[in-house]
């Protein structure tokens, strides 16, 4: 499966970016897909994920109210809505694909896109 994010950019605090992560390879439909961030000196962390039929989402409590994750399985997307950016939310910002269940652990994850960068200015 490859992994390709796109739509980071610059914002100011405040605004809304919308990230897209297109897939390829294998029924999209199959494979759980989260997004994760990593800003810089820190871990990397989960941000949303979302179940292979798009019916069941979690979200970090940081990000709880402010983004939304969602799928387009006819599309082989998933896309990650940000609204209300905060500097915070600054980092960069990686897709990945899950073959078995949605959820927050980074190692269940099998494949990773390359990352995009948001930066939120204050």
């Known amino acids: 499966v490859q992994v390709v994010e796109s739509g980071g950019g610059l914002v100011q605090a405040g605004g809304s970016l919308r990230l897209s992560c297109a897939t390829s390879?294998?029924?999209?439909?199959?494979?759980?897909m989260g997004w994760f961030r990593q800003a810089p000196g820190k871990e990397r962390e989960f941000v949303a994920a979302i179940s292979g039929r798009g019916d069941t989402t979690t979200y970090a409590h940081s990000v709880k109210g402010r983004f939304t994750i969602s799928r387009a399985n006819a599309k082989n997307t998933v896309l990650l809505q940000m609204n209300s950016l905060k500097p915070d939310d600054t980092a960069v910002y990686y897709c990945?694909?899950?073959?078995?269940?949605?959820?927050?652990?980074?190692?269940?994850?099998?494949?990773w896109g390359q990352g995009t960068q948001v930066t939120v200015s204050s």
């Open positions: 390879g294998r029924t999209f439909s199959d494979y759980a």
């Open positions: 990945a694909a899950d073959r078995f269940a949605v959820g927050s652990n980074q190692a269940a994850y099998d494949y």
